[in-house]
T-cell receptor, first 113, second 110 residues
């Protein structure tokens, strides 16, 4: 298995633009998590899914953020409109309930200018 | 409610010195504890899981339920150990969501 795959690896966009981050979890994993990592706040859980259903989105900062998981092999995190304070590294992770911890993707480094 | 506390944001040691990264938790049930490591600009990777009771890259961690701690230790630090270390907790034996601490940046000087 190629692990958790995230795209793009880097994204630079202008304030006000829509940004879509993508994640392909490991096949067979029934949990998917979206995290944001910044120097100031560390690792923050934004939202997580179980069997494609959003379970807890209380970490989503604002209505500008939305996440979907249309099927077991794909999830998106969308920011519309983007702002400079959204600049961070966004990680996706997946796991299965009896699993040995999470497997993280390589992250997407987002810069909003 | 559950919480994971890593009291040290930064930790520096010299190569060959012992290192201990502290992790304290609060949870009324029986948690499962993990250590994750993130090398510079890389993904987070699982380092240790307490139920495995194994040593990875010379690191060990023992769950102390009396002190609600899960400190990460290594007797002789190496420069390649320099990284960000996160302690994490899950509630019970089924994984579900992990609760992460704020992380400790370890720097090992030559």
């Amino acid at each position: 298995d190629a692990g958790v795959i995230q795209s793009p690896r880097h994204e630079v966009t202008e304030m006000g633009q829509e940004v879509t981050l993508r994640c392909k979890p490991i096949s067979g994993h029934d949990y998917l998590f979206w995290y944001r990592q910044t120097m100031m706040r560390g690792l923050e859980l934004l939202i997580y899914f179980n069997n494609n259903v959003p379970i807890d989105d209380s970490g989503m900062p604002e209505d500008r953020f939305s996440a979907k998981m249309p099927n077991a092999s794909f999830s998106t995190l969308k920011i519309q409109p983007s702002e400079p304070r959204d600049s961070a590294v966004y990680f996706c992770a997946s796991s299965y309930i009896q699993g040995n911890g999470y497997t993280f993707g390589s992250g997407t480094r987002l810069t909003v200018v | 409610a559950q919480r994971v506390t890593q009291p040290e944001k930064l930790l520096s040691v010299f190569k060959g010195a012992p290192v201990e990264l502290k992790c304290n938790y609060s949870y009324s049930g029986s948690p499962e504890l993990f250590w994750y490591v993130q090398y510079s600009r890389q993904r987070l990777q699982l380092l240790l899981r307490h139920i495995s009771r194994e040593s990875i890259k010379g690191f060990t961690a023992d769950l102390n339920k009396g002190e609600t701690s899960f400190h990460l230790k290594k007797p002789f630090a190496q420069e390649e150990d320099s990284a960000m270390y996160y302690c994490a907790l899950s509630r019970g034996s089924t994984l579900g969501r992990l609760y992460f601490g704020r992380g400790t940046q370890l720097t090992v000087w030559p």
